[in-house]
C-alpha cells in the first residue's frame, strides 16, 4: 500500500513539474480573458488582464433618453487594449461571461409583455435608439451575439429598459442602435448605422438595428 501511495504522488510531482516547467506557462494553457479582474471606468464595467487585453461587459446607463451616444473605450490604460465586447473570465470557481448589455438604473418595475393591463402601475413602450462609436481595437463580439439583442420569455426579440418616472408611472424603452466604427479597424466596418465584418461583407447580427425597425 506504501509503494502505490509513493508512487501517485511521485506521479502528481512530475506532472506538476512538467506542468510548472512548460515553454508556455500555466496562464497561456487559459482563454486570455480567463484570470481577468474586474473595473468600473466611467459609465462602463471593464474586465482587463494587464498588458494583454480587455474587454467591455456593460453600459451604466443614466436613464435619460437624451443620454444616447456611447463612446467605447479603446484601451483600459496604455498597454492594454480593449479586443471585445463581451466576454468571458474566470476567477477560481466563480466567474463571469455573457454578451454586452446596457444597464438602466434601478426600477421595480420589469418588462412582462407589451400589453399594459399586465402591470400594477401605468406604463408606456418608446423606441429608443443608441449610437454605438467603436475604434480601431475592436477584434471580436462574444459569442456573436450581445445582451442588447437577445429573445425574452414572450419570444420577443427586443430588450425593454424600465425607468422609473416622478408620477409613479414606467416608460419601458425599447433598445435600437445606430454603430459606428472607426475607418481604422482592421476587423469591422459601418455603413449606414450597421456593422459589417470587413473580412467577409457579412452584417453583423449581434445588434437591433434601428434601420431594421419599419
Not at 508512487?7 to 497561456?28: M, N, Q, R, T, Y
Not at 479582474?37 to 461587459?57: L, M, N, P, S
Not at 402601475?121 to 477584434?139: K, S
Request: hydrophobic share 35%.
Amino acid at each position: 500500500m506504501r509503494k502505490i501511495r509513493c508512487s501517485i504522488i511521485l506521479a502528481l510531482a512530475v506532472l506538476l513539474s512538467v506542468f510548472a516547467c512548460s515553454c508556455k506557462g500555466w496562464e497561456e494553457w487559459f482563454d486570455e480573458d480567463a484570470f481577468a479582474k474586474e473595473a468600473t471606468v466611467g459609465q462602463f464595467r471593464i474586465y482587463y488582464v494587464e498588458g494583454k487585453t480587455a474587454f467591455v461587459d456593460a453600459y451604466f446607463w443614466s436613464g435619460d433618453p437624451e443620454d444616447t451616444v456611447i463612446d467605447f473605450p479603446d484601451e483600459y490604460n496604455a498597454n492594454t487594449p480593449v479586443k471585445k465586447l463581451g466576454g468571458e473570465s474566470t476567477i477560481g470557481v466563480t466567474g463571469h461571461s455573457g454578451g454586452f448589455s446596457i444597464e438602466a438604473p434601478k426600477c421595480d418595475v420589469y418588462f412582462k409583455s407589451l400589453n399594459p393591463s399586465d402591470y400594477g402601475v401605468p406604463v408606456t413602450f418608446e423606441d429608443l435608439v443608441f449610437t454605438l462609436n467603436f475604434g480601431e481595437n475592436l477584434e471580436l463580439i462574444y459569442d456573436n451575439h450581445t445582451s442588447l439583442y437577445a429573445k425574452n420569455a414572450i419570444g420577443n426579440p427586443y430588450r425593454y429598459l424600465p425607468v422609473s418616472q416622478s408620477d409613479g408611472s414606467v416608460i419601458f424603452y425599447r433598445v435600437l442602435v445606430v454603430v459606428n466604427v472607426s475607418p481604422d479597424n482592421s476587423n469591422y466596418y459601418s455603413k449606414d448605422g450597421i456593422m459589417y465584418s470587413k473580412a467577409t461583407d457579412k452584417k453583423i447580427e449581434a445588434f437591433p438595428y434601428a434601420a431594421d425597425v419599419k
